[in-house]
């Protein structure tokens, strides 16, 4: 993770014990290590971990494992919308075509599997998929990128840690929340960092002055 | 258990009064209706019977599994985003996950082809809903203000406004107040004090993926229980693949799927409430010899008209944190700019929401508009709770070339898959130029920097619409065929315009007008 958090302190998990039974049951499911993949071969897997490092910009790796290997359980299931665009393929083959042939795309560009890339030149072929630079026969480049995109975005921002790193309040019952308003926060919510916010500010970036109910 | 058949249902061998498809919002107002008035009624629903307490949990990304997640195709040049943002699947449909925002709409939705010259006039007004709205707003029952500035109706709702409101609703209403716009706490489906054993909402934020504490009305917890005390059978996870046509162009019933096998309950009439998607679909798929064009489509009109709100969302970052999972997610709205202003710059027009996101819905928005990947996502994605965001719904006029139609890939059960065909014509634009304008303008002057503005679309309406004339409608002012005399519709698939307010209030209104009319006709003997 190269993006710091402003709230270094939040662990959503801290709070579990207040969810309800099934949450907490789904939540923790999120944590547990992957077993073998059901929907891809192990060299697709290792493509989509791969890709996912840098999608969101994450080095992790026991994340980007479960976040795959939850993508994983996600094809397996046929857990997906159902809809899409006359013209788009389905997902499943979305990912099994595209995953394969980002491969090959980056053999014809680096004479190297995608998986032996620099960040860099990994970046420079992800960025020409979605950009539709690259000519695939069977699925357009950008339908891929946006749903490799649009599911990792899912799938990651579903992690526990990653909500304790955007101060997110999570799973809310049977507790829910009492003081809503404006510059209001309940006991168990993420404290934001007085130095972080003040060093980001002092960049010109983000958040503005430090609240009363933080300090 | 029926005996006879070995499956699970009471009637399949009888010809019950009415068969009822679909138990979302709308079939589950039909069947109580029905069900308290005495006639046999069987509600077939294609989705699970969810358990509030067993299948409901606190997480954006689990919860996606309310969503009606068979295929279907998208195309136009605004093709929508369907799946759990549009539309629902199970027992209580589209209400599980439904917001509960529950205004109106204004009297001169009804009448829009007289007053500003487009769209079509309903063969119904505002008044023949109106004892709807406010039997339905105190069955409920609807929170909302003591005084409500707009539309056909000022207020008081029958349970206290929801209040207070969190920070993020509070932008709105302080955005309003510097620009001098009238901004109001919603009226909602949720309730602001206990209400037969309900509590009142904790301000979770989950609305959007089913209420735990059942504070937010559904009609899974709400109609459903009270229709099978009144004697309703219900059968899910049973899809309804085709009506039966009689050659006196009665219906005889429905043939059902479950478990790979097709079943056939026959009923002296049949009621849709199967959604402004899968009405207009089953009666396409219902085409036979002689209705080679699908059933209940003289007109030609089924599946055309089809309508979606826009839903474009405004978001705005804060210098202060806005935490914008807390509280119900929709609590405040201003509905200002709802008809059409005198300038001639659009017809018709929107209300605007303050919505709250949890953090898929919020960075949905991040990927949509910026499509950034990599650290610059992970930048933004820190500040998730310094963002504010709005949301429009924006009135679409009817066009023939928005439709539902059915394409030659199958769907899971192996039926023709629908393909959704929308765009937008060019006041839907101006509706929304003019809304996102707005938004921005509400968001700055409440102190934010306007971020992202990410096209979407809400709601499904039309195409199968009523009118008086049988050569331009499907159903009459009662939502009953012109074709076949013992077929009704009651979902919002007969909506003629959109309106630009949440809908299903008026959609439940109107089907329990539908209800109370078939019980009459039966009275008199005519079904
Ligand atoms: C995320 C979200 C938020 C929303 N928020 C609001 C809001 O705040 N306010 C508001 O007014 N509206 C809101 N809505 C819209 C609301 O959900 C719909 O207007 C309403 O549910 C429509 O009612 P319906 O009866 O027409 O269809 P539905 O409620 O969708 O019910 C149709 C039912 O029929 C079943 N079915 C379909 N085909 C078949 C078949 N062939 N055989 C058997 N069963 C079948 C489906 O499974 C479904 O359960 C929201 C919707 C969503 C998705
Ligand atoms: S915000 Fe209130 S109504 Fe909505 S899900 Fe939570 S408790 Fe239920």
């Known amino acids: 993770m190269t993006v710091s958090t402003i709230y270094p302190d939040y662990d959503v998990m801290k709070e579990k014990a207040k969810w309800d039974e099934n949450t907490r049951h789904v939540v923790e499911g999120r944590l547990k290590a992957p077993g073998m993949p059901r929907f891809f071969s192990p060299q697709e897997l290792t493509l989509l971990k791969s890709a996912l490092h840098r999608i969101v910009d994450e080095e992790d790796k026991g994340i980007i494992a479960r976040v795959a290997g939850q993508i994983d359980d996600h094809l397996a299931e046929k857990r997906g ?52 630079e690259v000519i695939w026969k069977e699925i ?15 799938f990651f921002f579903s992690q526990p840690e990653i909500w304790s790193e955007i101060g997110y309040g999570g799973p809310a019952y049977p507790r829910g929340y009492y003081r809503i308003e404006y510059g209001l926060k309940d006991p168990w919510e993420a404290r934001l960092d007085r130095k972080l916010v003040a060093k980001r500010a002092e960049a010109g970036l983000g958040p503005g002055p430090i609240r009363r109910v933080d300090r | 258990m029926n005996h006879e058949t070995g499956l699970p249902w009471k009637n399949l061998n009888e010809e019950v009064d009415v068969v009822i498809v679909g138990a979302g919002a709308t079939g589950a107002v039909v069947a109580q209706e029905l069900g308290r008035a005495g006639l046999s009624v069987v509600l077939i629903e294609a989705g699970p019977y969810w358990e509030v307490s067993r299948d409901f949990v606190s997480d954006e990304l ?37 917001t509960a925002v529950v205004p109106r709409l204004f009297p001169s939705d009804f009448r829009i082809k007289t007053i500003d010259g487009v769209g ?9 809903v109106a004892p709807y709205y406010e039997q339905l707003e105190k069955e409920i029952p609807v929170s909302g203000p003591k005084h409500y500035p707009w539309g056909g109706f000022h207020g008081p709702y029958p349970y206290p406004a929801r209040e207070p409101v969190g920070a993020m609703h509070q932008v709105l209403r302080i955005g309003c107040e510097k620009l001098g716009i009238r901004s109001s706490v919603a009226p909602l489906a949720i309730l602001s004090a206990p209400f037969q054993g309900r509590p009142p909402c904790i301000n979770r934020g989950f609305c959007a993926q089913g209420c735990l504490p ?7 917890i709400h109609h459903i229980p009270r229709a099978l005390d009144a004697g309703v059978e219900l059968r899910h996870g049973c899809m309804v693949n085709r009506l039966l046509c009689k050659p006196d162009d009665t219906i005889e019933g429905v043939t059902f799927l479950f478990n790979g096998h097709e079943y056939r309950q026959k009923a002296k009439a049949v009621i ?43 978001v705005a970052r804060f210098p202060e944190e806005i935490l914008p999972y807390k509280g119900t997610p929709i609590l405040t709205t201003t509905q200002e700019f709802y008809e059409s202003p005198s300038d001639g710059s659009r017809v018709r027009g929107y209300s605007i929401h ?8 919020f960075m949905k928005i991040v990927t949509k508009t910026t499509k950034t990947w990599g650290r610059h996502l992970r930048e933004i994605a820190r500040d998730y709770n310094y963002f504010a965001r709005l949301t429009i719904v924006g009135e679409v006029l009817p066009q023939i070339k928005n439709s539902i139609t059915l394409s030659d890939e199958k ?20 509706v929304i130029e003019d809304g996102v304008n707005m938004c921005k303008q509400i968001l700055e002057a409440a102190g934010g920097k306007v971020e992202f503005i990410c096209p979407d679309t809400s709601h499904m309406l039309g195409g199968c619409r009523m009118g008086s004339n049988s050569s331009d409608s499907v159903v009459d002012g009662w939502g009953r065929s012109h074709d076949h005399k013992n077929l009704f519709i009651a979902d919002t698939s007969t909506w003629v315009t959109s309106g630009a307010s949440n809908p299903t209030l008026t959609a439940m209104a109107l089907a329990w007008r539908t209800a109370d009319y078939m019980v009459e006709e039966f009275r008199q003997g005519n079904l």
């Open chain 1, 81 to 132: 919308q159902g809809y899409r665009q006359v013209g788009v393929a389905e997902e499943e083959a979305l990912f099994r075509l595209g995953l394969t042939l980002l491969d090959t795309t980056a053999m014809q560009a680096y004479e190297e599997s995608f998986l032996q890339l620099t960040a860099q030149q990994k970046d420079e072929i992800l960025g020409q998929v979605q950009r539709g």
């Open chain 1, 140 to 154: 357009k480049p950008q339908d891929f990128f946006n749903k490799l995109l649009r599911t990792a975005v899912d």
């Open chain 2, 62 to 98: 689990h919860m996606r599994k309310t969503a009606w997640r068979m295929k279907r195709l998208t195309a136009g040049t605004d093709a929508p985003e369907l799946g759990h943002n549009i539309s629902g699947s199970g027992v209580g449909g589209g209400t599980n996950h439904f």
């Open chain 2, 120 to 128: 079509e006039d309903w063969p119904i007004t505002y008044e023949d």
């Open chain 2, 214 to 220: 059942n504070s937010k009305f559904s009609t899974l």
């Open chain 2, 272 to 314: 849709l409430c199967a959604s402004a998607i899968e009405t207009p679909r089953l009666l396409l798929m219902s085409a036979d010899g002689r209705h080679k064009k699908g059933l209940a489509n003289s007109s030609g009109m089924v599946g055309k008209c089809f309508m979606l709100h826009s839903g474009h969302e405004v």
């Open chain 2, 354 to 361: 303050a919505h709250g996101s949890r953090p898929l819905a």
């Open chain 2, 411 to 430: 769907d899971e059960f192996g039926l023709p898959a629908p393909i959704v065909t929308f765009s937008y014509g060019d006041n839907d634009r101006k």
